[in-house]
């Protein structure tokens, strides 16, 4: 798998939709000790702790409508975006989003499961720089 600087390194990471995604990373790094690793904008930031990640998000900035309804979603790293997105239509999961290769060195698609959690799975396809796509590092992965 590659690397990339502009994506969590783990296999599993929730995202959580804050009004206001600044204040809460803020909060976050106080009160839990999340460290700041890379922020895009005002509207999405990504935080470590440990050995994990969380990333949080606007509720609305950049998603679609059933994507904004949800409070909460999980980013899964997989190995063949293509083949884990045919096993997905197979199973009969809503796709939100088909696969697309993004700016920032991911590709991704979304769907919902049968009792409607969102899950984004993602492939590093590059290693980028967040500033080569406007991120910010804060603390390198």
Sequence with gaps: MIRNRS???FSVTPVLSYPDVLAAAAWLELAFGFVEHVRIGDHRVQMGVGDG????????????????ESSHSVM????DIDAHHRRTMAAGARVLSNPADHPYGERQY????LAGHHWTFTESIADVAP???GGTTVTPW
């Design 7 to 9: 994506a969590p390194p």
């Design 76 to 79: 899964v790293r997989v190995s």
């Design 53 to 68: 990640a969380i990333v949080l998000t606007d509720a609305t900035n950049g998603r679609t409508a059933p994507e904004a």
């Design 131 to 133: 500033e080569e796509w």
């Design 110 to 113: 979304s769907a919902m499961d």
